[in-house]
């Protein structure tokens, strides 16, 4: 009897594996959806909608997209991390994700252990910029002020834990200065007090204070990603300044709930790289002030990896809690 049983099963392992085999293959046999953590219009959003577009020709399948913003992209995350490991629910991990997951609070979902990573996207670097009035020309200007005057110089944010915080410790940590932290509620009243005088200093997505560099209302000392931006090219990095391995851009990129088939995340990895690659992506995210990245789950897994650890040293330090 056990090996009549035995024989039956193997006869239905051989029977099963070219099924499961082939329903792998066949993916995607009906619509995708792409959950975003973040409200209609923000610049992570339009960029997914960019992407899902491009996925859609490449996938012959309707690729939607669909917006469940707060608590920092976590509502997101735990939606989609909880559902159906098979390709067809996926998820817009953002840097926000990898702060949740630096704070090492329960409140958050770790993304590093409910996610493969499929793809990173793109980023919008942060941009250091100052009032006119503190007469500041460079990042070793701003240094040797704020050297000179522990605490005095301020810097806004977005608010508490947000990238533009976190970039302000980080350049605080790295350059071993004190800068005192005035967090806001978003980045358009942290960009006002900024444009009136109200705060010194602040770490905003290029795409956002751009504008106002152009009008000459706000002075860029540097820019807080590894290369310099093609829409501030004269504008050196804040590691060309001093600070090596300076690293603080907003980014984002493809996941999908931990599990899911390799040949899936591969196929999907694919057609995220052709995206980015393209000509009318390449100009839609310019637009936005975003600069496509490719890079695959891999190397985008060691990427979120090095980030979740390069804050939570960043937030242990100056002392950043998150409820």
């Not at 690293?247 to 599990?259: H, N």
């Not at 040949?263 to 694919?270: E, F, Q, W």
């Not at 242990?316 to 809690?321: E, L, Y």
Request: proline share 7%; charged share 15%; glycine share 8%.
């Amino acid at each position: 009897m056990k090996i009549r049983y035995a024989g039956v099963g193997l006869c239905a392992a051989l029977v099963l594996a070219p099924l499961a085999s082939t329903a792998q293959d066949a993916w995607p046999s009906r619509p995708i959806k792409i959950t975003v953590g973040f409200p209609a219009g923000s610049s992570t959003d339009v960029a997914t909608r960019v992407i899902a577009n491009s996925l859609s020709d490449t996938l012959k399948q309707s690729v939607v997209v669909e917006n469940k913003p707060g608590a920092s992209s976590d509502i997101a995350a735990r939606a989609v991390a909880t559902s159906p490991a098979d390709g067809y629910s996926l998820f817009v991990v953002t840097i926000a994700n990898a702060i949740n997951t630096s704070s090492k609070s329960t409140s958050f979902i770790d993304v590093t252990r409910s996610f493969a990573p499929v793809a990173m996207m793109g980023n919008v670097p942060n941009v250091l910029v100052a009032h006119p009035s503190l007469k500041l020309t460079s990042v070793r200007d701003l240094i040797a002020a704020a050297k000179a005057k522990p605490g005095g110089i301020t810097f806004a944010s977005s608010g508490n834990g947000t990238s533009p915080h976190l970039a302000g410790e980080l350049f605080a940590t790295m350059a071993g200065v004190q800068l005192l932290h005035i967090p806001y509620r978003g980045s358009s009243p942290a960009v006002a007090d900024l444009l009136g005088g109200q705060v010194a200093i602040m770490f905003g997505p290029a795409s956002t204070v751009l504008p106002h560099i152009q009008a000459g209302k706000l002075d860029a000392l540097g820019v807080a990603s590894p290369a310099r931006t093609a829409t501030l090219p004269k504008v050196p990095t804040i590691a060309e300044a001093g600070l090596k391995g300076f690293d603080s851009s907003v980014w984002f990129g493809l996941a999908a709930p931990a599990g899911t088939p390799d040949a899936v995340t591969r196929k999907l990895a694919d057609a995220v790289r052709q995206a980015v690659s393209s000509t009318p992506v390449k100009a839609q995210f310019q637009v936005q002030g975003i600069e496509p990245v490719n890079a695959g789950p891999a190397e985008f897994g060691r990427y979120i990896g090095t980030e979740v650890d390069k804050y939570a040293k960043v937030m242990q330090a100056a002392g950043v809690k998150l409820d």
